[in-house]
């Protein structure tokens, strides 16, 4: 019976790339064109809220404000990638959309300080969700060979996200426009990518490999892979069934090789994101403090937005590019230290923090080498290491844990940089970039190779074919009646 999945598993995984994928990059990366865009622009609009409302305690106020989607976000991550593996992929997809654009569009009403950490908070459920979902959608639409690729430009939507946030905050502000209206005009329109693509993500196809796997409805995946293949790939079907089987919680967290594989996947994503986003989101701040008291958040703007179109932009695309080849783990191992010795020299180098063209040059390879390197692949490898049945869950812990980095770091760095200055936060940064090398040591190279060999699965598929493969075992349990 096995033998009728191997063909539909086996014929995912030499599918050619076609419009489908193509339209499954757009609709599932307008979601992070979304995510980035409401989590990097809030740095623009605090700095106008905090003059606005006159904040007593900015670093704390600010800190608050910019890190609560981020503590939604881990809490939406956890949440709605264990109910993706149980409810199936399709049945989440476009709620976390449709809780974007609602808080988003609060946020931008909000009357108060609390109102708005509260929205930003539930804003960050949707962003959380985002992450499993569309990752693992993609990377089980993807074929072995182009795997990394396709679910990178997913991500690298993220990149296009931020630069409009950038262009939107130069042109509302270059307008003259009022700036107590320009920071509700800048959260609100985070609600429009969101709503584009709501429809189109109800309307995607389910995951056949969850369909034959967990739910053990061949006949269902093999519809779906000819729909999405538009019918060059068909599976022969004898109309023998699987039986599915889904491994539980309990037996998840309990597995020895998988929590490994998750102190892997989460732990380096955490570092990165603890100093990534502490930097990003604040990076308003940071160059107006380069540029001095005299500095417009104009100037700024324009800065940051130079350094994300030269050294950003590139970064995410050549990673997209070249993943396949160079591996999803090596790449990683590249830009992590790439990026800390960045982060060290800011921090290092006399006199850099106060100099703009050195410290610019510096703080644009440190975002290449993020984009070119552990940004993209946490993100990518995350959604391949783990078995069908919990592949979201462990998405879904990996973006949470990360998430919360994000948060500690986002809502620490005005607190460290008021104690240690630019340079003292960045040589801090610097340390946790290091910490992310030793844990992607855990993490197995996973270009060119198949999920299911990644996942153990491969088991099942050489017992259908009479032939061992090696790889390792993951041992299915039947399905909750």
Same mark, same amino acid.
């Given at each position: 019976?096995?033998?009728?999945?191997?063909?539909?598993?086996?014929?995912?995984?030499?599918?050619?790339?076609?419009?489908?994928?193509?339209? /499954?990059?757009?609709?599932?990366?307008?979601?992070?064109?979304?995510? /980035?865009?409401?989590?990097?622009?809030?740095?623009?609009?605090?700095?106008?809220?905090?003059?606005?409302?006159?904040?007593?305690?900015?670093?704390?106020?600010?800190?608050?404000?910019?890190?609560?989607?981020?503590?939604?976000?881990?809490?939406?991550?956890?949440?709605?990638?264990?109910?993706?593996?149980?409810?199936?992929?399709?049945?989440?997809?476009?709620?976390?959309?449709?809780?974007?654009?609602?808080?988003?569009?609060?946020?931008?009403?909000?009357?108060?300080?609390?109102?708005?950490?509260?929205?930003?908070?539930?804003?960050?459920?949707?962003?959380?969700?985002?992450?499993?979902?569309?990752?693992?959608?993609?990377?089980?639409?993807?074929?072995?060979?182009?795997?990394?690729?396709?679910?990178?430009?997913?991500?690298?939507?993220?990149?296009?996200?931020?630069?409009?946030?950038?262009?939107?905050?130069?042109?509302?502000?270059?307008?003259?426009?009022?700036?107590?209206?320009?920071?509700?005009?800048?959260?609100?329109?985070?609600?429009?990518?969101?709503?584009?693509?709501?429809?189109?993500?109800?309307?995607?196809?389910?995951?056949?490999?969850?369909?034959?796997?967990?739910?053990?409805?061949?006949?269902?995946?093999?519809?779906?892979?000819?729909?999405?293949?538009?019918?060059?790939?068909?599976?022969?079907?004898?109309?023998?069934?699987?039986?599915?089987?889904?491994?539980?919680?309990?037996?998840?967290?309990?597995?020895?090789?998988?929590?490994?594989?998750?102190?892997?996947? /989460?732990?380096?994503?955490?570092?990165?994101?603890?100093?990534?986003?502490?930097?990003?989101?604040?990076?308003?701040?940071?160059?107006?403090?380069?540029?001095?008291?005299?500095?417009?958040?104009?100037?700024?703007?324009?800065?940051?937005?130079?350094?994300?179109?030269? /050294?950003?932009?590139?970064?995410?695309?050549?990673?997209?590019?070249?993943?396949?080849?160079?591996?999803?783990?090596?790449?990683?191992?590249?830009?992590?230290?790439?990026?800390?010795?960045?982060?060290?020299?800011?921090?290092?180098?006399?006199?850099?923090?106060?100099?703009?063209?050195?410290?610019?040059?510096?703080?644009?390879?440190?975002?290449?080498?993020?984009?070119?390197?552990?940004?993209?692949?946490?993100?990518?490898?995350?959604?391949?290491?783990?078995?069908?049945?919990?592949?979201?869950?462990?998405?879904?812990?990996?973006?949470?844990?990360?998430?919360?980095?994000?948060?500690?770091?986002?809502?620490?760095?005005?607190?460290?940089?008021?104690?240690?200055?630019?340079?003292?936060?960045?040589?801090?940064?610097?340390?946790?970039?290091?910490?992310?090398?030793?844990?992607?040591?855990?993490?197995?190279?996973?270009?060119?190779?198949?999920?299911?060999?990644?996942?153990?699965?491969?088991?099942?598929?050489?017992?259908?074919?009479?032939?061992?493969?090696?790889?390792?075992?993951?041992?299915?349990?039947?399905?909750?009646?």
């Amino acid at each position: 019976m096995a033998a009728q999945a191997a063909n539909v598993i086996d014929a995912m995984n030499e599918a050619p790339v076609s419009r489908f994928h193509s339209k /499954a990059i757009f609709v599932a990366g307008m979601g992070f064109f979304t995510d /980035a865009y409401d989590l990097f622009i809030i740095g623009t609009a605090t700095t106008l809220i905090a003059k606005s409302w006159h904040l007593d305690s900015k670093a704390t106020s600010v800190g608050l404000i910019n890190s609560m989607t981020l503590l939604g976000a881990f809490f939406g991550a956890i949440l709605y990638g264990r109910l993706a593996d149980r409810l199936g992929r399709k049945r989440i997809y476009g709620l976390e959309a449709a809780i974007m654009a609602i808080f988003a569009l609060a946020s931008a009403l909000s009357p108060d300080l609390a109102f708005l950490v509260v929205c930003r908070f539930f804003l960050g459920l949707g962003v959380g969700g985002d992450y499993p979902v569309s990752a693992v959608l993609m990377s089980e639409y993807a074929n072995r060979r182009n795997r990394g690729r396709l679910v990178g430009l997913v991500f690298a939507m993220q990149a296009l996200g931020t630069i409009a946030g950038y262009v939107f905050g130069l042109t509302l502000l270059s307008a003259g426009i009022d700036h107590a209206l320009v920071w509700r005009l800048l959260l609100g329109l985070g609600a429009i990518p969101s709503l584009a693509v709501l429809y189109m993500r109800r309307r995607m196809p389910e995951s056949p490999r969850y369909l034959a796997w967990v739910q053990g409805r061949e006949r269902e995946a093999a519809a779906s892979l000819a729909e999405f293949s538009e019918g060059t790939v068909a599976p022969a079907l004898s109309g023998a069934q699987i039986r599915p089987y889904r491994m539980r919680l309990r037996q998840f967290l309990s597995d020895r090789r998988l929590m490994l594989m998750l102190l892997g996947t /989460a732990g380096s994503w955490f570092v990165f994101d603890y100093a990534y986003y502490g930097n990003s989101v604040s990076a308003p701040l940071i160059v107006l403090s380069v540029l001095g008291k005299k500095a417009t958040i104009e100037q700024s703007l324009a800065l940051n937005l130079m350094i994300w179109v030269i /050294a950003a932009v590139p970064g995410y695309y050549l990673a997209c590019a070249f993943m396949d080849r160079i591996g999803h783990r090596r790449l990683q191992l590249i830009g992590f230290p790439a990026m800390g010795l960045a982060f060290l020299l800011i921090g290092v180098i006399p006199g850099v923090t106060t100099a703009v063209a050195p410290f610019l040059i510096l703080f644009g390879i440190s975002y290449f080498f993020a984009e070119f390197g552990p940004n993209t692949t946490t993100f990518v490898v995350s959604s391949e290491v783990y078995p069908t049945s919990v592949r979201t869950t462990g998405h879904g812990f990996s973006a949470g844990i990360a998430k919360l980095g994000a948060f500690i770091g986002v809502y620490l760095f005005p607190r460290i940089s008021e104690a240690l200055g630019v340079g003292g936060a960045l040589e801090f940064s610097a340390a946790m970039a290091a910490l992310g090398m030793a844990l992607t040591a855990l993490i197995p190279e996973t270009s060119q190779v198949s999920l299911e060999e990644l996942s153990g699965e491969s088991r099942l598929l050489a017992g259908a074919r009479g032939r061992i493969t090696g790889a390792p075992v993951l041992a299915p349990t039947p399905a909750a009646t």
